[in-house]
């Protein structure tokens, strides 16, 4: 009872406050495609992030996970300073290594993600908005760490605020390249300088440790390769789709990956309070049955959830989007999905982070990588937009697969014939519904209410205990 309070209070608090990090840029999403001219501005928009997200990954290096894993190995307060300040000095000197790479290859960069080195202007503002995000996200840990959930609830709510009380007037001027990147940078400055201030006990020059840094690059550096293959994952389709179709197909496909992509606020509540709960009852005895448990009804959750975004994402377009971007609704259910494989991925993997074996995770996150790459080659070219989102979707299916068969070997995980069943019934539906109704959105819906059906059936006794525990 105590272990399912622990993770609903983080999952709901943690989660609140990232869900609203996610839903305002959401919200905002309609009105921006509507303030520019056409697609191609918005597919550049989006591209800085995904700029942002590589740059990012390199600069944090995996740090963040390592300190959050070190911060509970002791209890003394000294230790857990000593952790945080390590972290953040040697992730300060990685970013502007980062930085300054970023500004020398801009030419390069800009031909890369943009397809067109005129764009190196946006690289800049890239770089920049990579130097504070990455350091950002040591500055702000120890909020989180110590569970401070309002202040936590309170800075993701003005995070996006001041990104876009900067960035509308500024799309209205007809700035339109640039607005959205300069807000990103604005905002993330805002948010440093004040967790900078709130977190300054917790950072000090002479509280690095040499000795810890050793430690905590042993955990993070097998993270790096898996934070890279994640932007593979996630941002390297949007590069693909630019290079062999265009910065218009791309303005499309962001939209879509943005409405797909409300699955990311399930997978950032689940994220918000996964770690502080994993972390704190990674010594328990029934530890293993716990992970698994949390792993199986997130998954049930995520089917069910995307069956409706499969029966819905066409007549959503057509209300939310002008005409230009109404071909994107093909992706989203894909593309809804995807994320949250990739939630299911980091529950499962977390059983090699506790045992201190990360190298597990780049191998089988890469055989998911690798084939997405290859996918998107060959339907790219086919499907256009959609064969990149398959390709997405496949990878970390396959990524899922390999991890829960690797780790149930280990007797680090244990999966029912309930979930199997429940895996089975998604991918029948997922298939019936591009075959047969895809823009239905009464015979898509009648017949996700069917397969829900089944699911909570397999689960009816679940249910049950899971009512009567709350009912407590």
Not at 367 to 396: C, D, K, R, S, W
């Amino acid at each position: 009872m105590n272990k399912l309070k622990l993770f609903a209070e983080n999952f709901l608090i943690y989660g609140l406050g990232g869900v609203i990090s996610k839903i305002i840029p959401l919200i905002m999403v309609p009105i921006v495609t509507r303030l520019m001219p056409d697609s191609s501005y918005y597919g550049i928009n989006d591209l800085s992030g995904t700029v942002i997200q590589f740059g990012s990954s390199l600069a944090v290096m995996g740090m963040y996970d390592a300190m959050y894993r070190m911060f509970f190995e002791k209890d003394e307060d000294d230790y857990k300073k000593t952790v945080c300040s390590t972290a953040l000095i040697f992730t300060c000197f990685t970013s502007l290594v980062v930085f300054i790479i970023m500004l020398v290859g801009r030419k390069v960069i800009a031909q890369y993600f943009f397809s067109d080195p005129q764009y190196t202007y946006v690289v800049y503002l890239s770089a920049m908005a990579t130097l504070v995000g990455a350091t950002n996200s040591i500055i702000s840990a120890p909020t989180r760490m110590q569970n401070k959930r309002k202040v936590f609830l309170v800075t993701n709510t003005l995070s996006p605020l001041i990104s876009y009380s900067v960035s509308i007037p500024m799309l209205l001027a007809g700035h339109y390249v640039i607005a959205l990147p300069l807000a990103t940078v604005i905002s993330g400055v805002t948010m440093e300088i004040a967790f900078g201030i709130m977190n300054r006990e917790w950072f000090s020059l002479k509280r690095f440790d040499s000795k810890l840094l050793k430690q905590l690059l042993a955990i993070a550096i097998p993270l790096l390769p898996n934070f890279l293959i994640y932007w593979v994952f996630n941002s390297c389709d949007k590069v693909m789709v630019t290079n062999m179709i265009g910065l218009e197909a791309a303005g499309i496909y962001s939209v879509g990956s943005k409405l797909g992509n409300c699955s990311q606020l399930i997978y950032t509540a689940f994220a918000g309070g996964w770690q502080y709960f994993a972390f704190a009852t990674m010594k328990e005895k029934d530890q293993v049955r716990s992970n698994s448990l949390v792993f199986e009804y997130l998954g049930v959750i995520s089917y069910a959830a995307t069956m409706f975004i499969c029966a819905w994402s066409c007549t959503i377009f057509k209300i939310l989007f002008t005409s230009e971007y109404w071909s994107g609704y093909i992706i989203a259910p894909y593309l809804f999905l995807a994320p949250l494989l990739q939630m299911l991925f980091q529950i499962a993997a977390n059983q090699f982070l506790v045992v201190k074996k990360t190298w597990p995770n780049m191998f089988i996150l890469s055989t998911g990588a690798v084939l997405n790459i290859i996918i998107n080659y060959v339907l790219i070219p086919v499907l256009g937009i959609e064969g990149a989102a398959i390709a997405t979707l496949i990878g970390y299916a396959v990524s899922d697969v390999v991890c829960v068969l690797v780790l149930c070997k280990m007797k680090l995980m244990v999966v029912s014939w309930k979930f199997i069943m429940a895996s089975v019934v998604m991918s029948c539906y997922i298939v019936i519904w591009r075959v047969s109704f895809h823009s239905n959105f009464v015979a898509g819906t009648i017949v996700a209410v069917l397969a829900v059906s089944v699911l909570m059936f397999l689960y009816r006794i679940d249910i049950k205990k899971l009512i009567s525990i709350l009912k407590k």
